[in-house]
Each structure stands twice: as C-alpha cells, then as structure tokens.
C-alpha cells in the first residue's frame, strides 16, 4: 500500500524539484503585472504619441500632391509613417519586454533547468500520446475544473468592473451628444482610463490570490511520505551498511599500521591494561619524541605483545599513558608540558639497556 505525502518537503527535495523546472508561479499573476504596466507605460507615451502621429499626417497630407502619386512613389510615402511608427511603438515594445522579464524574475527567480528543456522521447510514444490526450480532454479533472471556474470567475469580474465604471459615469457619456469632438476625445479617454486602471487592480488582486493557490498546489505537490525521508537521510549520512564496512576497513589499515609501527619503538608506555602508547625517539626524523602507535583494550593488548615479541620496554605510567592516549595523535611529537616526563621515561629505559650490556 502507498504511503500518504504527509511529510513537508526538505531543502534537498526542492532543489531537485527546481532543478527539474518544477516551481509556484502564478500566470495570473504574471500577465496581470505586465498588462499594467503595459498600460501604464502607454498613458505615460500616449500624449507623445499622438503629438509625433499628428504633425506627421498634418505635415504629409499638407504636401501631398495627387498627380504625383502613383505605384511608384507610394512607399515613399509611408516610409515617413513607418519611421515614425518605429520612433514610437519600438520604446514602448522594449520598455514592456523589460517589465515582462524583471516580472517573470522577480517571481521564478535565477532559473535555468536544463532538464525542464531537454527533450524526453518517452513523452512521444503512443500510450503516451494517448495518455495526455486523455487528459487534456477530460473537463472533469479537479484540475480541469478549477481552472475552468478560474477563468469564469476572471471574466466575470473583469466585466463587473467595465460595467460598473460606465455605469457610474453614464450621464457624461450621454452629455458627449453635440459636444466638439476634442471635449468628447477627452471625457473618454478618462473613463477608459478609468477602465483599464479598475481592471488591472482587479487582476492584480486575483493575481495575488491565484499565487497563494498556486504555493498551496505545488506544497502539496513536492510533499514527501515518511520512507522518502528516512531514504534521503541514508543517502545525505551514508548507508549504515556500507559506512559500517569503511569503519571496518579503517580500523583494519589502523591495526595493521600500528602493528607495523610498535617494533620501531623505544619503549612503549602502558596504563597497565586501558591503554599504550609507543614512544620513538630518534632526531633525524623529528626534534621530540613521537608517538608512532597508540591504542586501548584490545589494541592496548596488542601492542604490548608485540613489543614483547621485539623486546621493546614496556613501562608502566598510568597518569603518562592516558595523556599521551588523548593528547597525542599517532605520528604527532609529544606536546612541550609532556617533555619531562617522557624524558624520564627515556632515561630511564636507556640506563637500563646500558647496565644489560
């Protein structure tokens, strides 16, 4: 039985997941933003607009001889309309392409998957062809519906607003009957601005619910089932298995390292049972004494019978032995407070081996 996504979906999870492509963003939102801005930039062009348009007709048709036109000149004449066009609706376009990409940044972010783009040719087989097809034409998917209802619920609200704006400013529309065409150009122009300034707030509101949605659906989406967590964590920590046979190995390489390393020693000091330490001095290796092999119980054991085996002095110091157990890594020279101690040691393993000769 498949487990239930109870589970919030850890760091790891959402990095792949935004690693594939899959992130909570709202089209809504989006298109909102950028139909404002859009607009807005075009209230903010428009009186520019139509002063070049304006002196540019006014300036053609007051030149403009009809005995001269012909196929042959007639692009000479709308060259000067295209260029204008150019002059004009070519800021606007790249003004609106900037807001379109700092809109869709600030909400996705820095995103670049290279997996969301790759082609997959599972996706053109025929089941699944058949599949998605299926899908796409199945009206009665919660998904399907919602977004059905979204979009209903989009125009309705849309349309409320344009029908509550004109109906709020009916009178001065009915007024414009016999007013000069400049008046009625201007009472207009402000009630769609009116308009398109109510509606843009509209989608922005919807846009923002529609994120919230959208941040639910893909919470849900990315949760993770207890067994998906606890197999994260085996992957980020390690199999127990396997790191149980590393540690297994390492500490075979230490015994036999340390095994190696006891029969080089000049005494080793033990406490008498918990712990021994192999001491080396010699100085054309180091200017202190070194430990060069260390352990406890059973690698205590060891390395005292190895020495005894090499006949390496074994001398017992309990308070030096576990000092130089924890202070002391293998192959590191004895620490300056530990000097004397072990130099007493030394000399006195060195007198003995003198009174044997």
């Known amino acids: 039985m498949a487990q239930e996504r109870t589970e919030e979906a850890t760091p790891r999870r959402r990095e792949k997941a935004r690693e594939k492509g899959q992130i909570s963003k709202s089209t809504d939102l989006n298109s909102a933003l950028i139909l404002s801005a859009a607009f807005g930039i075009f209230f903010a062009m428009s009186a520019f607009m139509l002063k070049v348009f304006m002196q540019m007709t006014s300036q053609t048709l007051s030149n403009l001889n009809p005995d001269t036109i012909n196929a042959e000149n007639l692009g000479g004449i709308l060259i000067p309309f295209l260029q204008v066009l150019m002059q004009t609706v070519l800021p606007f376009l790249l003004a609106t392409f900037v807001v ?190 070194q430990v060069i092999a260390k352990g406890a119980d059973f690698m205590a054991f060891k390395i005292r019978e190895i020495a005894k085996n090499n006949n390496i002095p074994i001398v017992e110091n309990k308070p030096l032995a576990r000092s130089l157990y924890k202070l002391v890594k293998v192959d590191h020279i004895i620490p300056p407070e530990l000097y004397l101690a072990v130099a007493e040691v030394l000399a006195f393993v060195y007198n003995e081996k003198n009174r044997g000769i």
């Open 100 to 289: 379109a990409i700092i809109v869709v940044r600030w909400q996705v972010g820095p995103l670049f998957s290279v997996k969301a783009i790759a082609p997959k040719f599972e996706k053109i087989s025929p089941m699944k062809f058949m599949e998605n097809f299926k899908n796409n034409f199945n009206i009665f998917s919660p998904k399907k519906l919602v977004e059905l209802a979204k979009s209903i619920l989009k125009i309705a609200i849309i349309g409320c607003v344009g029908y509550m704006v004109i109906n709020a400013r009916k009178e001065e529309l009915l007024l414009l009957l016999g007013v000069p065409i400049e008046a009625a150009f201007s009472t207009i122009s402000a009630i769609v601005a009116q308009m398109v300034t109510d509606i843009c707030i509209a989608m922005i509101v919807m846009g923002i619910l529609d994120k919230k949605y959208q941040d639910y659906e893909y919470e849900k989406s990315i949760k993770m089932t207890k067994q998906e967590i606890k197999d994260e964590r085996k992957d980020i920590d390690g199999n127990p298995e396997i790191k149980s046979k590393i540690k297994a190995a390492q500490m075979q390489f230490l015994r036999q390292k340390t095994i190696a390393a006891v029969p080089k020693a000049d005494v080793v000091v033990t406490n008498p049972t918990h712990f021994a330490v192999a001491i080396r001095y010699n100085t054309q290796i180091a200017p202190a004494p």
